[in-house]
């Protein structure tokens, strides 16, 4: 059980750090209205900034099931399943790899020409967020560490995709 814990910690870390992990409050500030507003650029940020607030609070949740108490993880879950279900949500067009005013991104054009798959990979993460949300409420620690195994593999096969590597400084 302690294997699979860490296993599920270190894909949790390497999924947070992949998205650039960085001091953020945790606290959904990003709303779709903050992502379609303003500059192309702001969008972007405002989208990092919302997979950085769901990678924390996965973190969160991950060190809690590992603890074995996930009394607490309410709030963290809740933001990990509204991320997970926004993700088509903050890639609007004009967000992308070569559009005005981006200047820095990761994402890759392929989420704008295989849309259909873009969503269906982010429906199966908001398919784990909703288990997650799940074994919170139920304060299910077994339940938690099973949902948090398919993270990794939810991030990936979506990351490896349409995320291209870090731009240049």
């Known amino acids: 059980m302690r294997g699979l814990l860490a296993v599920v910690v270190t894909a949790v870390v390497a999924a ?4 650039y992990v960085g001091v953020f409050d945790g606290k ?3 709303t779709l209205a903050n992502v379609t507003s303003g500059s192309s650029q702001e969008a972007v940020n405002a989208r990092v900034d919302r997979m950085k607030a769901m990678a924390k609070a996965l973190s969160e949740v991950s060190k809690a099931a590992e603890a074995g108490d996930i009394s607490g993880t309410g709030e963290n879950a809740q933001t990990i399943l509204k ?3 926004d993700i088509p949500s903050l890639f609007p067009a004009g967000t992308g790899p070569g559009d005005p005013g981006v200047t820095k991104t990761r994402a890759k054009a392929e989420i704008w020409s295989k849309t259909d798959e ?3 990979d982010a429906k199966k993460l908001g398919d784990v967020a ?4 799940a074994a919170s ?3 299910d620690t077994a339940a ?3 949902a948090l195994g398919e993270v990794g593999p939810a991030c990936k096969g979506c990351h490896d995709t349409f995320r291209g590597p870090p731009p240049p400084e």
Do not use: L
């Open 144 to 146: 938690m560490t099973a």
């Open 118 to 120: 873009f969503n269906a």
């Open 83 to 85: 991320t997970a279900n």
């Open 137 to 139: 409420g139920a304060n």
């Open 16 to 19: 947070g750090i992949a998205w």
């Open 130 to 133: 909703t288990k997650i949300v």
């Open 28 to 30: 959904d500030k990003t």
